[in-house]
């Protein structure tokens, strides 16, 4: 080996190697972080609710705008959800598009209807001074809205009706709970205050309290922190719920913040808001904190169709449609199990053994035992608890030994056993026999069930085949029959 | 034009309508026991020495099945078993319209599961009776279908009886060894 071809080897093998290394080295975080996620990536939702702005607190008389709850007035916090937004591996639900679910629950439109009733109800029993009748009713309505979270949809009309609750407690007489209900009512709606024309004096001090007690000493009310009831609980979704203080006493104003998971765990984030910074900085600082703390999503869990296997016994019955004599019937016993392999898919096997009973001319001398077993795949259908199933397979048969006769005594007498029947009725004399044949044949089967209690179901069935070859010849075919069945619903 | 349904299609319908029966259609009927009455005008039991109960099965126009034969005490009839003597297989048996023929032969060794000797009867009489039948064949015509059974008997070349069957609730015999289940051979020489 001479060293020039050495020497190109060598140069080949490290230029190889170093591509391999530099094609398996890891992407920067930055990258990875920005890049879009692969197919089938399960990206956790985070629902950002509707800013609760608490800043106007700090007005005597703030203006009573007419802004949907939905938007905010605050950039910092447009800012934050447009920065929380640009994370691909989350899936971010704009305020706007939290409302508008919160309002599709069904629970909404019924919570609002009783809400609004109940809340007309306390003001009329408070303008008829049955005040126990009116705190009673305009609790219910404050509870009521609450729960379906109405205070974002419309927080004016829900802090409206905490106020008017608050205002009755006092006439009572309950100080405490008066100002609980004035502070429910300032939370939900910073704006709320007393109409110009409101006289009594009281209520416009205990209100006031509230108010100034709430700006030197903030408290989020204990909704802010839980998990709606109207939200079913899932793992990967996530709530984030803001407020945003004013500047006090030196103090910037700033952003408050939590995160709420189903299973109850919190992360409370706060951004100061200095005068200053950009809105876009301190929003996309506090997105990034918050991402920071938000599981980075997985593969989507892959769909397991549940394989479902009913079983059912029960009795059957057929004719066989080909044959030589007037028809003539079978009963007996029939399992069917079903497998359902995909949503809409199923297997039937089916297992029947049957006796012959008696043909209206009674030729036929020995009852005749008859084996039937199939498998077919087919649909199926849900309507309510009933369940419609079609399937088409292979059959296969062995009716018993066929034994006729025409002679009147073999037919009235019987073949001859233990010394009865008629001596001379044997094969090739008054009988003709057809020896146990194996058919083989098209199945196909139609069947209704209707689920019952306990897992248990009842299904009718009614089924059909055409033999196609058999192991000798045969007279009989084309059975068509049907069964009744009680069955049980494996999981 | 009416178009009528495939033949297997009425052959499936009729044999669904029919699962679950043992038989369909009237081609049975008269298949059951058919017991002598001698009762109001059946003068034929008054001197004879026997009666008769028929265990009968039709298959369309065919007859077949067997005749018990009881011998009498007086004028009464009995169908006691102690009074049996002889049990013999219906031949030449047809049943068109409403009219029912058949024959028993006493004289011919054909009972069925039975031997032709009388020793298994004990009868008073019975042995003799069939040790040397005063008939060899006795003829059956009989009318009517699912009450009454009404005609006659003809013993040989004997003037015609008039005889009336009534239908009875009992299992059907299909065979003789019951009555003779003493004997030592069994079988048919049909």
Request: glycine share 8%; aromatic share 6%; proline share 7%.
């Amino acid at each position: 080996m001479n060293a020039p071809r050495t020497l190109w080897a060598l140069t080949v093998v490290v230029v190889t190697l170093s591509a391999a290394l530099v094609s398996a080295a890891p992407a920067p975080d930055a990258a990875r972080i920005l890049a879009p996620p692969p197919e089938g990536f399960k990206r956790p939702t985070v629902l950002v609710y509707p800013l609760v702005d608490m800043a106007p607190l700090a007005e005597v008389s703030p203006a009573v705008v007419s802004t949907p709850a939905a938007q905010s007035n605050v950039p910092a916090f447009d800012a934050f959800v447009s920065a929380l937004s640009r994370y691909p591996n989350l899936r971010v639900v704009a305020p706007a598009s939290v409302v508008s679910r919160i309002k599709a629950r069904r629970t909404w439109l019924e919570g609002v209807r009783v809400g609004a009733a109940r809340a007309d109800e306390g003001r009329d029993a408070s303008a008829q001074v049955r005040l126990e009748d009116a705190t009673r009713a305009l609790a219910d309505a404050a509870r009521v809205f609450h729960e379906v979270e109405h205070a974002y949809v419309d927080p004016r009309a829900v802090a409206r009706t905490e106020l008017a609750r608050a205002s009755t407690l006092l006439e009572q007489g309950d100080a405490l709970e008066a100002n609980e209900a004035f502070v429910a009512a300032l939370s939900t709606d910073a704006r709320t205050r007393l109409r110009p024309e409101y006289d009594r004096a009281e209520t416009i001090a205990a209100l006031e309290r509230a108010r100034l007690g709430l700006l030197t000493a903030p408290r989020a009310p204990e909704r802010f922190t839980r998990w709606p009831a109207s939200e079913s609980a899932a793992a990967d979704v996530f709530i984030v719920r803001a407020r945003h203080h004013a500047a006090q006493g030196g103090e910037p104003a700033r952003l408050e913040l939590v995160v709420v998971s189903a299973n109850g765990t919190l992360v409370p984030e706060t951004q100061p808001l200095p005068a200053g910074v950009p809105a876009e900085e301190a929003g996309g600082r506090l997105a990034s904190r918050l991402f920071a703390c938000l599981p980075f999503g997985g593969a989507a869990p892959v769909r397991r169709a549940t394989r479902e296997v009913r079983a059912d016994v029960g009795g059957a019955g057929f004719v066989f449609l080909e044959n030589p004599l007037d028809p003539f019937g079978h009963v007996g016993a029939a399992v069917h199990l079903t497998t359902q392999i995909a949503k809409r898919v199923s297997i039937e096997t089916m297992a029947m053994v049957s006796n012959s009973i008696a043909d209206s001319s009674a030729q036929i001398t020995e009852s005749m035992v008859t084996l039937r077993g199939a498998i077919a795949p087919g649909f199926e259908t849900r309507l309510g608890a009933a369940r419609f199933e079609a399937h088409v397979g292979l059959e296969v048969a062995s009716p018993g030994a066929f034994v006729t006769s025409s002679n009147v005594y073999c037919r009235h007498f019987g073949v001859p056993t233990d010394g009865l029947g008629y001596q001379a009725c044997v094969d090739g004399g008054g009988l003709d026999r057809t020896p146990r044949r194996v058919l083989v044949g098209a199945y196909a089967s139609l069947g209704a069930s209707l689920d019952l209690p306990e897992d248990l179901y009842l299904v009718a069935r009614l089924n059909y085949a055409e033999y196609l070859f058999a192991s000798g010849s045969s007279d009989l075919g084309r059975p068509l029959g049907g069964a009744l069945s009680l069955g049980y619903q494996l999981r | 034009m009416t178009r009528r349904a495939p033949s297997w299609l009425r052959a499936g319908l009729f044999g669904a309508l029919c699962l679950g029966a043992t038989a369909c259609g009237t081609d049975r009927a008269l298949t059951g026991v058919w017991q002598q009455v001698c009762e109001g005008d059946a003068s034929a039991c008054a001197d004879a020495p026997f009666v008769y109960k028929l265990h009968l099965g039709r298959f369309g126009d065919d007859l077949t099945g067997l005749v018990a034969r009881y011998a009498k005490s007086g004028p009464a009839a009995s169908f006691d078993t102690l009074r049996e003597c002889g049990c013999y297989l219906v031949t030449s048996g047809s049943a068109r319209a409403l009219t029912t023929r058949f024959q028993i032969e006493p004289g011919m060794p054909s009972a069925l599961g039975c031997p032709a000797v009388g020793h298994a009867f004990s009868a008073p009489g019975c042995k003799e009776a069939i040790a040397n039948p005063p008939c060899q064949t006795v003829q059956f015509e009989l009318d009517g279908e699912s009450d009454t059974l009404v005609g006659n008997l003809k013993c040989d070349d004997a003037p015609p009886v008039t005889v009336r069957f009534e239908p009875v609730n009992e299992r059907l015999r299909r065979t003789c060894v019951g009555a003779c289940r003493n004997a030592p051979d069994t079988g048919s020489s049909e």
